[in-house]
């Protein structure tokens, strides 16, 4: 894997990316327990979902995983260890063999997940809410980079 640098530049993220992110952290933590619940209910419909997820103590173990991950994305710290600990969660991924669509399409609910915060709760007008959206966008694009990069 490439350094965090060359990544965070083939992808324009710079320090202000890393503040605006830092700056929307309190207000997404309003909806990290929302978060792995929604994100459930649009899996649940994937039709290998149960494959995967077997039982109660895996989902249970998926969802707090999911929660922390969800919050160290507005963290505003993306160093090394950042891409490491992305790189285990492609890594156990892969060694479920869970497709890569799955994760591609969950990236999506993320995407949206994150703007419907921000339509709902942030943005006073529409240019703000962009110049927001950029540095999320920028994030979880790095994010499925990072993870895809292991299949």
């Known amino acids: 894997m490439e350094s965090i640098e060359k990544i965070k530049a083939h992808y324009d993220f710079t320090t202000v990316d890393a503040a605006n992110l830092k700056?929307?952290?309190?207000?997404?933590?309003?909806y990290k327990d929302e978060f792995p619940k929604e994100?459930?209910?649009?899996?649940?419909?994937?039709?290998?979902?149960?494959?995967?997820?077997?039982?109660?103590?895996?989902?249970?173990?998926?969802?707090?995983?999911?929660?922390?991950?969800f919050m160290n994305l507005f963290s505003g710290e993306y160093s090394t260890q950042y891409i490491r600990d992305i790189e285990r969660i492609g890594l156990a991924h892969v060694k479920i063999e869970l497709p890569a669509h799955y994760v591609n399409a969950a990236m999506h609910f993320v995407r949206q997940f994150c703007l419907s915060i921000l339509e709902k709760e942030f943005c006073a007008d529409?240019?703000?809410?962009?110049?927001?959206?950029?540095?999320?966008?920028?994030?979880?694009?790095?994010?499925?980079?990072?993870?895809t990069s292991s299949f």
């Open 23 to 30: 700056q929307l952290k309190p207000l997404i933590e309003k």
């Open 39 to 69: 994100f459930y209910n649009y899996i649940k419909h994937f039709e290998d979902a149960s494959n995967f997820l077997k039982n109660e103590e895996v989902i249970k173990k998926h969802q707090d995983s999911l929660k922390e991950w």
């Open 126 to 147: 529409i240019n703000e809410c962009r110049y927001f959206t950029k540095s999320i966008d920028k994030i979880i694009d790095i994010n499925l980079d990072i993870m």
